[in-house]
Every structure is written in structure tokens, then in C-alpha cells.
């Protein structure tokens, strides 16, 4: 089970556009089920190396539907959209 910062709660609202409650499931659930940065591929890969870089205290990104949630160990610390440019391609490894 992951904590949710202030900062991520405001974002998940803002960004995936979820009610105060279903903010803990979806951090939950991006944990759990989200691709890692090992299982990307190609410019996607390039991409999440960009945010592990800009996110010093991120240390743990997980893509889940069209955002990428930047965990600290299992502390929810923020949530970005993906670039469309990725959506709906494949970039995970089989």
C-alpha cells in the first residue's frame, strides 16, 4: 500500500481527473500494475531517463494508462501526463 503527498493528491485530481476518493486506488493500483522503466523501450525509455533525471527524489516511475506516476520508494511524490506521442504505441518489451 502507498501514501499520497499533498502535492501528488492535487495532481492526480488535476491530471487524471479522479474524485478524493479513488486518488489512494489509482496510486495503489499504478504501483502494482504499472510498466517500469526496465520494461520500456526506444524513445519512450529516453523519455522516462529524462524524468528519473529531473525528478532527484523520484526513484521509482511507473507508467500507468497516459500518466507517469513518480513514486519515492511507495510515497506517491507526483503524477505527469504522458506526450501523445507515446500514447497508444508500443514501447514495453514482450
Request: proline share 2%; glycine share 8%.
Amino acid at each position: 500500500m502507498s501514501s499520497v503527498t499533498k502535492h501528488a493528491r492535487k495532481r492526480i485530481r488535476e491530471r487524471c481527473g479522479l474524485p478524493k476518493k479513488a486518488v489512494q486506488r489509482m496510486a495503489d493500483k499504478a504501483l502494482v500494475d504499472g510498466i517500469r522503466h526496465k520494461d520500456t523501450v526506444g524513445a519512450l525509455h529516453k523519455w522516462v531517463d529524462g524524468l528519473f533525471l529531473q525528478a532527484r527524489n523520484g526513484n521509482n516511475i511507473r507508467l500507468y494508462g497516459n500518466h507517469a506516476f513518480i513514486f519515492h520508494d511507495e510515497i506517491l511524490i507526483t503524477v505527469i501526463n504522458i506526450p501523445m506521442r507515446f500514447v497508444g504505441k508500443e514501447y514495453v518489451r514482450k
